[in-house]
């Protein structure tokens, strides 16, 4: 059974810090990539940060470069996100998303097949 549990959301004021986990189960993740998006209410769902687990290679959104950085754990199928100097503006609910095998575009929500429940991150200023 394929599985995506994301941990980690909470609140924090701005200039704060969150980690962010995401347990992948063995057939999500392995040859994927896997990636983090972001839903504010009343907002289309946006990738904010990707990494393809067999080579390391990452990318970010332009809103988060410089602040974000999403990292890997092979022994433990886990992706994360270290989110620093938070800003107010990334409030939204953190879905952690599997695209296997693979090689679609990496922001495109529509390019990726398994999906967690989702993890709330509230930024205040």
């Known amino acids: 059974q394929v599985q995506l549990l994301e941990s980690g959301g909470g609140s924090v004021q701005a200039g704060g810090s969150l980690r962010l986990s995401c347990v992948a189960s063995?057939?999500?993740?392995?040859?994927?990539?896997m990636a983090w998006f972001r839903q504010a209410p009343g907002k289309e769902r946006e990738g904010v940060a990707a990494?393809?687990?067999?080579?390391?290679?990452?990318y970010y959104a332009s809103s988060v470069k410089g602040r974000f950085t999403i990292s890997q754990d092979n022994a433990k199928n886990t992706v994360y996100l270290q989110m620093n100097n938070l800003k107010p503006e990334d409030t939204a609910m953190y879905y952690c998303?599997?695209?296997?095998?693979?090689?679609?575009?990496?922001?495109?929500?529509?390019?990726?097949?398994?999906w967690g429940q989702g993890t709330q991150v509230t930024v205040s200023s």
């Open positions: 998303a599997a695209q296997q095998p693979a090689g679609g575009n990496w922001h495109a929500q529509y390019d990726y097949n398994y």
């Open positions: 990494i393809y687990v067999d080579d390391g290679s990452n």
């Open positions: 063995k057939d999500a993740y392995s040859r994927s990539c």
